[in-house]
């Protein structure tokens, strides 16, 4: 019912820039949080940033000063500005977004957590 489609990883050197996006798509009434994640080979899954539908925003220590976490609530669109990229940030970008699906035309159905399939992003040293 709801999709989330990620675009933007890559490869880039150390110190480079990388933006992500990810779009949802489907039966949405309205979207809460949305936040990024990575795992790195070898490792957990761990939160990168969140945003709040309220534009509230909060950052792992790791990318705080070097990552900025933005939406667009028209576009249902979370991105992801990499900037100062080390090779430790190496790792698959994971967005994720919580909140309603739409029943009929105008009204709030049930609640939903998604996850997109995922972006890879490589800092070479």
């Known amino acids: 019912q709801v999709q989330l489609v990620e675009s933007g990883g890559g490869l880039v050197q150390a110190g480079g820039s990388l933006r992500l996006s990810c779009a949802a798509s489907g039966s949405i009434f309205s979207i809460d949080t949305m936040a990024w994640y990575r795992q790195a080979p070898g490792e957990q899954r761990e939160l990168v940033a969140t945003?709040?539908?309220?534009?509230?925003?909060n950052y792992a220590d790791a990318v705080k000063g070097r990552f900025t976490i933005s939406r667009d609530n028209a576009k249902n669109t979370v991105y992801l500005q990499m900037n100062s990229l080390k090779p430790e940030d190496t790792a698959i970008y994971y967005c994720?977004?919580?909140?309603?699906?739409?029943?009929?035309?105008?009204?709030?159905?049930?609640?939903?957590?998604?996850w997109g399939q995922g972006t890879q992003v490589t800092v070479s040293s």
């Open positions: 994720r977004a919580g909140g309603f699906t739409r029943y009929g035309l105008y009204s709030r159905g049930a609640p939903f957590d998604y």
């Open positions: 945003i709040t539908a309220g534009l509230h925003t």
